[in-house]
């Protein structure tokens, strides 16, 4: 009687490595899969990150801190989409525009000192047109002023986890201790992206006419292809000029960053080129969804003698294009696992592997409730667990 329960342990992570497999894949395809090495590309830094996964694809001095220029502005808006969303503010709101706002350099939106304008006209005219003149008057509606805005900004973005970047103001004008990465830019453009879905679609507008002034937007790459939709240049002289965007083709996105460039020609090829590296050669794919059982368990002293094991949420991964049929997984689990269990109890670990890399490596969950059991089946159990583990 306890043989077969001792050889059903001894068997178990054979088992689990068996039928993940087959949840994969299918079969298994020795083939390697070739990719030649990342473009070059001109500028001081770069970046090239599957949002979904948070998947590094290729970079160059991607943590340098340099000066952000209007890249600063993703920032302004995203905290005034997050005002939006916790309806602090409404689009309709009539925002003043003070003498500040109306007197702020550099590209503009062309506000009236002493006129309100709406927040959802100022949003577009940062996000299109690149106004410093919106971005103040924003951040003083929301804020108060600037300056408080700007704490706002730096308070979000620790908790962004843009660990290399402080802002001075809400526009990108040159200040001597503002800077960010193309890395934390790339966090950002995610948060964008992900957090606010419903004002994504301003950053793929290719135009828009304020005070019968109508402006382009920046990102020529809007022109060129079809497939990006955001999100923000910038360019100072100390600056250089340098883009984020961000493309979508079949299921995989990418973020694609590049800082100091020596054209807005050379901005938009240069992160066309990545984008195009990326698309080609790596894909997005969703390994395991959530509350998907991927193994059964014996449970010991419980009403139930099995429990179901899987994942909270869906599992994603960045591979090379035809690589999901190598991958190999395994779930380790419990050796023993005893009642009660509660739904999300962690009971062990996936770790999905290719080439010998880990790709994924995250705990298990209970996906159902087990109770103990009455006092005859705990005791009963305790005998057979007994013998069970002198093997």
């Given at each position: 009687?306890?043989?077969?329960?001792?050889?059903?342990?001894?068997?178990?992570?054979?088992?689990?490595?068996?039928?993940?497999?087959?949840?994969?894949?299918?079969?298994?395809?020795?083939?390697?899969?070739?990719?030649?090495?990342?473009?070059?590309?001109?500028?001081?830094?770069?970046?090239?990150?599957?949002?979904?996964?948070?998947?590094?694809?290729?970079?160059?001095?991607?943590?340098?801190?340099?000066?952000?220029?209007?890249?600063?502005?993703?920032?302004?808006?995203?905290?005034?989409?997050?005002?939006?969303?916790?309806?602090?503010?409404?689009?309709?709101?009539?925002?003043?525009?003070?003498?500040?706002?109306?007197?702020?350099?550099?590209?503009?939106?062309?506000?009236?000192?002493?006129?309100?304008?709406?927040?959802?006209?100022?949003?577009?005219?940062?996000?299109?047109?690149?106004?410093?003149?919106?971005?103040?008057?924003?951040?003083?509606?929301?804020?108060?002023?600037?300056g408080a805005f700007v704490d706002i900004m730096n308070q979000q973005a620790k908790l962004l986890g843009m660990?290399?970047?402080?802002?001075?103001?809400?526009?990108?004008?040159?200040?001597?201790?503002?800077?960010?990465?193309?890395?934390?830019?790339?966090?950002?453009?995610?948060?964008?992206?992900?957090?606010?879905?419903?004002?994504?679609?301003?950053?793929?507008?290719?135009?828009?006419?304020?005070?019968?002034?109508?402006?382009?937007?920046?990102?020529?790459?809007?022109?060129?292809?079809?497939?990006?939709?955001?999100?923000?240049?910038?360019?100072?002289?100390?600056?250089?000029?340098?883009?984020?965007?961000?493309?979508?083709?079949?299921?995989?996105?990418?973020?694609?960053?590049?800082?100091?460039?020596?054209?807005?020609?050379?901005?938009?090829?240069?992160?066309?080129?990545?984008?195009?590296?990326?698309?080609?050669?790596?894909?997005?794919?969703?390994?395991?969804?959530?509350?998907?059982?991927?193994?059964?368990?014996?449970?010991?002293?419980?009403?139930?003698?099995?429990?179901?094991?899987?994942?909270?949420?869906?599992?994603?991964?960045?591979?090379?294009?035809?690589?999901?049929?190598?991958?190999?997984?395994?779930?380790?689990?419990?050796?023993?696992?005893?009642?009660?269990?509660?739904?999300?109890?962690?009971?062990?670990?996936?770790?999905?592997?290719?080439?010998?890399?880990?790709?994924?490596?995250?705990?298990?969950?209970?996906?159902?409730?087990?109770?103990?059991?009455?006092?005859?089946?705990?005791?009963?159990?305790?005998?057979?667990?007994?013998?069970?583990?002198?093997?």
């Amino acid at each position: 009687m306890n043989l077969p329960m001792a050889l059903n342990l001894m068997i178990r992570k054979l088992f689990l490595i068996l039928s993940l497999a087959t949840l994969l894949a299918g079969h298994a395809v020795a083939q390697a899969v070739l990719i030649p090495a990342p473009p070059q590309i001109a500028g001081s830094s770069w970046v090239l990150m599957d949002p979904l996964t948070g998947r590094v694809i290729m970079e160059h001095n991607s943590g340098e801190r340099l000066p952000p220029a209007s890249l600063t502005k993703m920032m302004t808006a995203y905290i005034v989409e997050r005002e939006l969303d916790e309806g602090r503010i409404a689009m309709t709101d009539m925002v003043p525009v003070s003498v500040k706002a109306w007197q702020t350099g550099g590209s503009r939106m062309f506000v009236r000192e002493g006129t309100q304008v709406t927040v959802e006209d100022l949003l577009k005219g940062v996000i299109i047109q690149s106004g410093n003149d919106a971005s103040v008057a924003l951040a003083e509606f929301v804020a108060g002023s600037e300056g408080a805005f700007v704490d706002i900004m730096n308070q979000q973005a620790k908790l962004l986890g843009m660990n290399n970047t402080n802002f001075e103001n809400a526009t990108g004008l040159p200040a001597p201790n503002q800077y960010s990465t193309a890395y934390d830019l790339a966090i950002l453009a995610q948060a964008i992206i992900e957090d606010y879905p419903e004002n994504y679609p301003l950053y793929a507008v290719k135009s828009f006419t304020y005070n019968n002034i109508r402006q382009p937007n920046r990102n020529s790459l809007l022109w060129r292809d079809d497939s990006v939709d955001g999100l923000k240049t910038g360019h100072t002289e100390e600056a250089g000029y340098c883009l984020v965007a961000s493309a979508k083709r079949d299921n995989t996105r990418l973020i694609a960053a590049v800082m100091g460039s020596s054209s807005a020609q050379v901005r938009a090829q240069e992160v066309q080129k990545m984008l195009n590296y990326g698309f080609r050669y790596y894909e997005s794919a969703r390994l395991f969804r959530a509350g998907q059982e991927l193994v059964e368990s014996k449970v010991w002293g419980g009403k139930s003698d099995q429990i179901s094991i899987g994942l909270a949420e869906d599992v994603y991964v960045t591979i090379p294009r035809g690589a999901k049929d190598q991958l190999e997984s395994l779930v380790d689990l419990d050796s023993v696992i005893k009642a009660p269990i509660k739904v999300g109890d962690e009971l062990g670990r996936i770790q999905v592997t290719l080439d010998g890399e880990t790709v994924v490596d995250q705990p298990v969950l209970a996906l159902t409730e087990v109770p103990q059991g009455g006092l005859f089946k705990r005791l009963w159990d305790a005998i057979k667990l007994f013998f069970v583990q002198l093997f």
